[in-house]
């Protein structure tokens, strides 16, 4: 909040409604975590118009970016497939290179 205080959803809710499953529930609120504004919802902006968390804040490593990308793609296929693979992605993120 404006406040500081930070407050949990429902997961489902913050996906943008029915059909989204946890992890991509998860990606959502991580993006909106790293960006301060809810991941845009809708036909077609997953590949347009969706500005990533590197680009809405400079200097955020693009691993942020496929790190979201993995969690919320539409596509099932290209998602990660579990909340261990999210975990150990996460991980990487937060390891010095």
């Known amino acids: 909040t ?20 946890d992890l991509r529930a998860l990606g959502a609120c991580l993006y909106e975590m790293l960006t301060g504004s809810p991941l845009p ?34 596509d099932p296929a290209r998602r990660f497939r579990s909340a261990a693979e999210f975990v150990a992605a996460l991980g990487a993120l937060g390891a010095p290179e």
């Open 2 to 21: 404006d406040g500081g205080v930070v407050k949990v959803r429902d997961f489902a809710s913050s996906a943008g409604g029915p059909g989204g499953d």
């Open 41 to 74: 919802t809708g036909d077609g902006r997953f590949s347009q118009g969706l500005r990533w968390p590197s680009q809405v804040r400079p200097g955020l490593p693009p691993a942020a970016d496929q790190l979201v990308a993995g969690a919320i793609n539409p």
